[in-house]
């Protein structure tokens, strides 16, 4: 009878033990951060690409409702395919679109810019991807909305999608 | 002449004492950065890898180490920026205190089981 129970409680806990696994199995092993996010914008420094200005955080976030930081790079390719969409999403009259140049060359953003049209309400660089930490994105694209607290409620990772620009666009009604 | 001498004494202390300095940094920073998951290439720590981030992530360590933070406060601050994931060090919390309790649990259990047999044998 002891050993019965014992055996049940084995074949149970092994059983367990498969199923736990088993399912693990299925789950993704890449790591995605949290999208709905209600965090601080952290103040920074940086300059202006174009006119090589020093500007802060302060500067840049304000007389507006909401901002949409998009990170991005000459070198990125998925960049090159989500900038229609930045094109798409200028027209919102309601937010300011700002670039964050991520770790490039001015020459090559700057021809990027030239090649396929100017979204930006401003365009920033972030040469050592330092600006980029404090924001806690992890590469190239990323969109952060930041409201006029200069609190980021949202973050996109990856390219923008058609349902993440009516998702903005809802959110910065 | 004297004078001379005791300040080259001074000059050599002085820069032997900040060569020491940077490479306590340099230790710390490593150290750190061996503790950092890369999230870009996650089986690699930030040490290890080459990415952007990896090494954007070495650069802000360092800067941080610069404005006097310690060991404990760089942790903190990239946790509250990434999460807790990104440390290879997990705290103890409701979410991992199965991954801490477990091993001890088992360890408890199958002493206790040993040492009853080992009991029951001498009896």
């Known amino acids: 009878m002891k050993n019965k129970i014992i055996l049940s409680v084995l074949v149970l806990f092994f059983t367990f033990c498969f199923i736990v696994l088993y399912k693990g199995l299925n789950n993704s092993n890449i790591y995605v951060p949290e999208t709905k996010i209600e965090k601080t914008l952290i103040k920074f420094n940086s300059t202006d690409l174009y006119s090589e200005n020093k500007i802060s955080s302060d500067q840049i976030f304000v007389g507006s409702e909401y901002y949409v930081l998009n990170i991005w790079a000459s070198w990125c390719v998925p960049c090159r395919a989500e900038h229609p969409k930045l094109i798409k999403l200028s027209e919102n009259k309601s937010i300011k679109l700002i670039g964050l140049n991520y770790r490039d060359n001015p020459k090559n953003a700057k021809k990027f810019i030239n090649e396929f049209g100017d979204p930006y309400f401003m365009i920033i660089k972030d040469n050592q991807g330092i600006i980029s930490v404090d924001l806690g994105a992890i590469g190239v694209p990323e969109t952060f909305i930041i409201d006029k607290d200069k609190k980021i409620i949202k973050r996109f990772l990856g390219s923008l999608t058609e349902k993440s620009l009516n998702e903005i666009n809802l959110i910065t009604k | 002449m004297k004078l001379s001498s005791f300040l080259l004494i001074i000059l050599i202390t002085f820069n032997f004492t900040n060569l020491n300095s940077e490479e306590n940094n340099d230790k710390i920073k490593n150290k750190i950065s061996k503790n950092i998951r890369c999230l870009i290439c996650q089986g690699q720590s930030v040490y290890d890898s080459q990415s952007d981030f990896a090494v954007s992530i070495k650069l802000i360590i360092d800067k941080k180490l610069n404005e006097g ?18 440390s290879y060090d997990p705290e103890f919390n409701k979410k ?13 259990i199958g002493g206790a089981i040993i040492l009853r047999k080992f009991i029951v044998q001498k009896l």
Do not use: A, M, R, S
């Open chain 2, 69 to 86: 933070l310690n060991e404990n406060e760089i942790y903190d601050f990239l946790k509250k920026q990434y999460g807790e994931w990104i």
């Open chain 2, 96 to 108: 991992t205190f199965i991954l801490w309790i477990l091993p001890i649990l088992l360890f408890v």
